[in-house]
């Protein structure tokens, strides 16, 4: 009887509640200061810093220290170095990141641009969604996505294929250029958009830059080639994030500044670059990383797909394909535009592509060759893992056994709570290879 008089008495209290709500008008019990829910346009910069913040932080440092263009010297990226260090709890900021801070917002700025007819927000939002997706599952493989971000409503999500998070990949591209080419809707983006104060053009390449970058790893190189050819034609048109200052500084400042020691330019890269006498780009790269490092500088500018990678997409596909003039032009100009991020000069440039190792003409130019260039073009870039992942270029060799890990291992919460999750001990960061590497 206690137990049906205490319900009686909540329900009674919550009656009231709503009763002198309605009488006075308007919502009495909504405190200003929480709103709940945050418009669109406050969303947008907060998910595009989390995007930058992730790419730039634990997918640049895990994918470039396997690639050997980084190394742990010091404290746990020492032992990381070494692969015995990559337990699961290690990888579990970038998990909890990816799942919370940018694919859960992403879904519910996508709902409220649906809801209200925001087409180009809801495009550039899509696009943002494949981007992520794709980083992600290139590390993880199989990965909850279609049971996943449904809260309460399924705490136990299951795993899907890596075809079917490519699928929902190439889903969201489509629909995201088909936005872009109708209305826009009552809302369009403007400068609160981080990465292109809104420019739609610009995101329409991107688009079709990441479904180039997608068709690589399907060993669809002219599916690869067509895409890229619609991508961004100048280093104008980079997706990228324009860190402001010290306070809030580039992921790999704060890195060298908050850990400095842990990780340095890897022998590795330094090797392959001075075989080339690539001398002026090495003095960019090759510095102790503290915070007086010129390249990893406070105000960096984190790319996340730019008109360099691109360009080595078309000569890849190209010299797959037999070779042509237009591929070793966008070989050439892959590097050009690496020299100009740097800040070089032009005649830096024009020394470095008279040797014929660089630059051996029409008809003569390699696989090797391409992936060379585009791997030294992309430091720092996480996409450089997925590439040595496909083509085995440049040549490396393990710093501990006899393999170099292949993948990430899940986040040990995963393997927690998640009941879907397979075991740790069905996980091979050594030898599970991703969907596509297969």
């Known amino acids: 009887m206690k137990v049906i008089n205490k319900f009686i008495l909540i329900f009674a209290i919550s009656f009231a509640f709503v009763g002198c709500e309605d009488f006075i008008g308007g919502d009495i019990n909504k405190d200003p200061n929480n709103p709940v829910s945050v418009p669109i346009i406050a969303q947008m910069p907060a998910i595009q810093i989390a995007v930058a913040d992730v790419y730039g932080g634990a997918f640049s440092r895990f ?9 742990g010297v010091a404290r746990q990226w020492q032992s990381m170095n070494q692969y015995t260090g ?22 519910i700025a996508q709902t409220s641009a649906r809801d209200q007819g925001y ?53 969201l591209l489509d629909d995201a250029i088909k936005l872009f080419g109708g209305a826009a809707g009552g809302l ?26 997608k068709a690589l790893k399907e060993d669809d190189y002219a599916l690869a080639m067509s895409e890229a050819m619609q991508g961004m034609t100048s280093s104008a048109g980079n997706l990228a994030y324009q860190y402001p200052d010290a306070s809030a500084a580039g992921q790999w400042y704060r890195f060298n500044r ?92 024009d020394a470095y592509v008279a040797q014929p190792e660089v630059a051996p003409g029409v008809g003569n130019l390699t696989l090797d060759m391409v992936m060379t260039q585009k791997y030294i073009a992309m430091f720092m870039q ?40 397979p075991s740790e001990t069905e996980v091979s960061i050594y030898n599970d290879k991703v969907g596509w590497n297969r």
């Open 63 to 71: 994918n470039c220290m396997l690639t050997q263009q980084v190394e």
């Open 86 to 107: 990559l337990t699961p709890n290690r990888f579990d900021a970038a998990w909890n990141n990816v799942y919370e801070n940018i694919l859960n917002e992403l879904k």
């Open 119 to 171: 087409n180009h927000y809801l495009g550039v939002l899509e696009v943002m969604e494949a981007f992520t997706l794709m980083n992600a599952t290139d590390v993880w493989d199989d990965m909850p996505y279609t049971d996943a971000l449904n809260g309460a409503e399924s705490i136990n999500p299951a795993f899907d294929t890596q075809a079917t998070i490519y699928t929902a990949i190439s889903t």
């Open 188 to 213: 369009v983006p403007g400068s609160e958009e981080l990465y292109f104060g809104g420019d739609i053009d610009a995101w329409n390449s991107v688009a079709h830059a990441l479904k180039a970058r």
């Open 258 to 349: 908050d850990r400095t020691g842990d990780l340095e330019f890897h022998p590795t890269m330094r090797a392959l670059m001075t075989d080339l006498k690539d001398n002026d780009r090495l003095a960019a790269f090759d510095q102790i990383f503290t915070t007086d490092h010129t390249y990893l500088v406070p105000d960096f500018l984190q790319e996340l797909i730019t008109f360099r990678e691109v360009q080595f997409i078309i000569a890849e596909a190209d010299v797959r394909s037999g070779g042509s003039q237009a591929g070793y032009d966008a070989y050439l100009a892959g590097i050009k535009a690496s020299f100009d991020r740097i800040g070089l000069d032009q005649a830096a440039y």
């Open 382 to 421: 996480p996409e450089v893992y997925s590439d040595w992942r496909r083509t085995g270029i440049p040549a490396l060799s393990p710093t501990n056994g006899t393999v170099i890990p292949v993948r990430w291992d899940y986040s040990s919460t995963e393997y927690l709570f998640n009941t879907n999750s």
